[in-house]
Structures are given as C-alpha cells and as structure tokens.
C-alpha cells in the first residue's frame, strides 16, 4: 500500500485554519466600532462568550471532524479494495462514525479551543492596554495597536490550532476503524521532509501498538513530552498508516515494544501478536 495514504489532507487543514481566522477577523471588524480602547476591549470579552461565538465554534469544529472522517473513509475504501481485509474494512466503513464518542470528544475539544482564542488574548491584551496608557499613548493609536495585537494573537492561534488538531483527529479516527477490524498495530509515518523533528524522525517506520504509544523524546535521550501516537503532538505532521497485512512492510522491520525499538522477524512478531491475523 502507498504509505501515504492515510496521510491527511494538508487543504483540510488549510480550510479549518481558514475558518477559525475568518471568525476572529469577524470580531475584529465589530471591535472596530468601539469609540475608545478601554470599550473595544469589553466588547472583546463579551463577544468571547456570546452564544454566536459558540454556536460559531461548534459549527467550525463539526465541519473540521465531518471533513476528516469523510476523507478516512475514502482511504480506507481503497484500502478494502487493495486488501485481504476487504469484507472487514466494509463492516468498519458503513458503521456510522459521527456517532462515536471519539467523534464527538473531537468536536467537543475543538470548540473549545475556537472559543479560547479570543478568551486568551484579552489577557495579553489587557497588559498590553495597561502599559499603552501609562505610556501616554494618544487612545486612537492605542486603539489600533490592541487591533492589530489581537489579529497577530489569533492568527498564530489558529495556525496552531489548525494543524495540530487536524492530525490529531485523523489519528483518532484511524484508531477507530482499524481497532474494529482488529488492527492493532500501525506504522509511523512523518512527512518526510526538513521540517521533521528528529525525535519523530527516528519513530519514521516503526511499527507501533494503538494500545501502548512511544515517548519519541525519551527514545534518544532527549526532554521527555510523555507519551503519544503519530499525529498527537502539537504542530506534528506524523501519521499512523495502519497495518492491515504483515507483507505492507519488509521484514525484520522496526517495532517499538517494551519502551524501546528492536529489530523483529515476522515470526516474531506474530508470536506478540498472537499468530493470528492482523
């Protein structure tokens, strides 16, 4: 199987990050109205916890999660096409996932990410306010210096946000469907490139449970962020690539078992695995 395929959609990202942007661009342009910097910053705070920004947050969470188990599914509708898993894959596929709690913990945590963007930016903003006045500031300036403070805040936010949590969510569907097919185990992927850390450059191709993930940092010596799969990390681009047939890797191939990686046969691995199929 191409080890790119369950590789998540960068444009996916891009929309979700589009979105969380567009909401806050939205509340700017309505603090834009306030006559002095000490109103435009309560209208900030009571915006932060208006139903329309809840409501706002939920939707752009929803379409995020909807747009991640939407694309899964293709992938994996190839990967029961391709497979000896066919029939399984199916079974996994048709069950609805937007009915999971995974499915809604993800949203969920999602929304309330959105709504914090604004809610942590009024805490910088305040001091940013405090510190303009006792400087003098004329209020027009400070008025537009607390603006642009917070479009830069919110738009590195939502950069974060976008990134992590989209990785982070197809992580979790994938757990989902390959767990229900008895799936157990996946193979780390990163995206292959410059920009990949080299605690997670080193996780690059090993085999790993879904039931007991890896600490890349402790792995070679490096400060210890705990444990978590591919995906998982903020601003990771990692992903897990299911094993679905032993022959989808060479082997002896890379696991990581028992807190470390070793090179392991197959018919070594099927005795951790107890024999049976994958």
């Excluded at 509708?77 to 709690?101: D, H, P, Q, R």
């Excluded at 990785?167 to 990949?196: H, P």
């Amino acid at each position: 199987m191409n080890k790119e395929k369950f590789k998540p959609r960068r444009v996916i990202e891009k929309r979700y990050q589009a979105t969380i942007k567009g909401i806050v661009k939205r509340m700017r342009r309505k603090l834009e109205t306030a006559s002095t910097p000490t109103q435009a910053f309560t209208m900030l705070r009571e915006l932060a916890r208006s139903p329309t920004m809840d409501a706002a947050a939920q939707m752009a969470a929803t379409a995020m999660a909807t747009q991640i188990m939407q694309d899964g599914y293709r992938t994996w509708k190839e990967a029961a096409a391709a497979g000896s898993k066919g029939n399984e894959i199916y079974y996994a596929l048709v069950k609805n996932l937007n009915k999971t709690n995974a499915f809604r913990e993800i949203i969920d945590r999602n929304a309330a990410l959105i709504k914090s963007v604004p809610i942590d930016a009024t805490k910088a903003l305040s001091k940013a306010m405090a510190e303009g006045y006792e400087a003098g500031m004329r209020p027009e300036d400070l008025k537009i210096d607390i603006l642009d403070r917070f479009s830069d805040l919110t738009e590195a936010r939502a950069r974060l946000i976008a990134r992590t949590e989209t990785a982070k969510a197809a992580t979790t569907l994938t757990r989902v469907r390959a767990q229900r097919i008895g799936a157990e185990w996946y193979v780390w992927r990163t995206s292959d490139d410059a920009r990949v850390r080299s605690s997670h450059e080193h996780m690059e191709g090993v085999l790993v449970s879904w039931n007991d993930p890896p600490s890349p940092e402790k792995l070679i010596g490096m400060k210890d962020y705990g444990a978590y799969h591919a995906g998982e990390f903020p601003n990771c681009r990692c992903y897990a690539q299911p094993l679905l047939d032993y022959d989808e890797v060479k082997w002896p191939h890379k696991v990581y078992l028992n807190g470390r990686i070793t090179s392991m046969t197959l018919t070594n691995f099927k005795k951790i695995t107890g024999g049976g199929a994958i």
